[in-house]
């Protein structure tokens, strides 16, 4: 028996959902086949770890902006109930930039107990103080193997996160961050921010560098309010601003979130298009990043404009000798009868 799913034009939480009810309906042996604008076996993996269920993954697409692959349910080895391992998640040949987002939506996933043994090409430290921030004490991390190439980490929810009363969404303490590791940590997180919502920084002064990155990256989209200072820790909270049409917090379908930078200015110049489409080309709707280029990338808009679909953003951030500043990416909605967005010069 074969069941087909389209998921394309589906952000991440209905692709899983809708991916996961059409798994747990067909029986072991039995094929679903999906059908997606980016690559979803991510998804299928966060199904293998959440569901402790095997799945063997064919693709019989594989193109830009057109993916479609096969996944057989399996049956599950019988194990005694003392020797249950935790499932392997194995994110080496995942692309970084999607790594930590669907790591953290698959913690977010966990009931308390549950685990998984993270398998990665690097120490994945800095999502071990991301997930703190959100959770708190109820995150279980234990190393079983550091080798170049393969680091093993086995990863638990402990218990329910507890909730606090600051509204943040999340609090990153710094000082318990490794320096090398801070602010890409924070950026991602903010970057998972819904308009409205807020994260808190604690740090033992005002935390400039950072301040300076933001303009540079987010421009007006973000709230800065220094909400506690003293003797050895300053406390910030940084808002992502709701949408302009929007005053309440909530969307128009236009925003595009920044969940990265993609400096190109030490690239060759022949490798700078090829990478700023693949970036573009791995966003989720409502995502974006923030192209650093060392002239105005105008060129680089007209192509995008011909060959991306009417969910195509872009947006000055910065116009200097030297570093042009554009947000790139993808709205998160898109009306049937929408018009053509005029040129941004």
Excluded: C
């Excluded at 050895?232 to 992502?240: D, L, P």
């Amino acid at each position: 028996m074969q069941t087909a799913i389209d998921v394309t034009e589906t952000d991440r939480s209905e692709r899983r959902e809708r991916v996961f009810e059409a798994l747990d309906a067909v029986d072991a042996g039995e094929t679903v086949v999906v059908v997606a604008e980016q690559d979803p076996h991510p998804t299928l993996r966060q199904y293998q770890v959440l569901r402790d269920a095997s799945v063997d993954v064919s693709y019989e697409r594989e193109a830009a902006g057109e993916w479609k692959l096969r996944a057989t349910k399996r049956e599950n080895v019988e194990t005694d109930e003392g020797d249950q391992d935790s499932p392997e998640f194995d994110v080496r040949n995942m692309p970084p930039r999607r790594r930590h987002t669907v790591l953290t939506e698959t913690f977010d996933l966990l009931a308390p107990g549950e685990g998984f043994v993270l398998v990665n090409d690097h120490d994945p430290e800095p999502l071990y103080h991301e997930l703190r921030s959100v959770h708190g004490d109820v995150v279980g991390w234990s190393y079983e193997l550091e080798d170049p190439g393969e680091w093993r980490v086995e990863i638990a929810r402990t218990g329910e996160s507890a909730g606090d009363d600051t509204a943040a969404e999340a609090t990153f303490d710094v000082r318990e961050i490794p320096k090398p590791d801070r602010h890409p940590t924070i950026h991602h997180r903010y970057g998972g921010l819904k308009a409205g919502d807020a994260l808190d920084v604690v740090a033992p002064h005002e935390p400039k560098p950072l301040r300076r990155e933001f303009d540079e990256q987010y421009g007006d989209d973000f709230g800065w309010e220094v909400r506690e200072r003293d003797a050895g820790k300053v406390r910030v909270r940084i808002t992502k601003q709701p949408d302009e049409a929007h005053g309440d917090g909530t969307s128009n379908g236009n925003e595009v979130t920044a969940v990265e930078e993609l400096d190109v200015r030490d690239r060759p110049p022949a490798q700078r298009h090829e990478a700023i489409f693949e970036a573009y080309e791995e966003l989720d709707a409502g995502e974006g990043f923030v192209l650093v280029n060392d002239h105005d990338p105008k060129p680089l808009y007209h192509q995008f404009e011909a060959e991306a679909g009417p969910e195509f953003r872009w947006k000055y951030r910065a116009k200097e000798p030297g570093e042009f500043r554009v947000l790139v990416g993808k709205a998160a909605e898109v009306p049937a009868d929408a018009e053509d967005v005029d040129a941004p010069f």
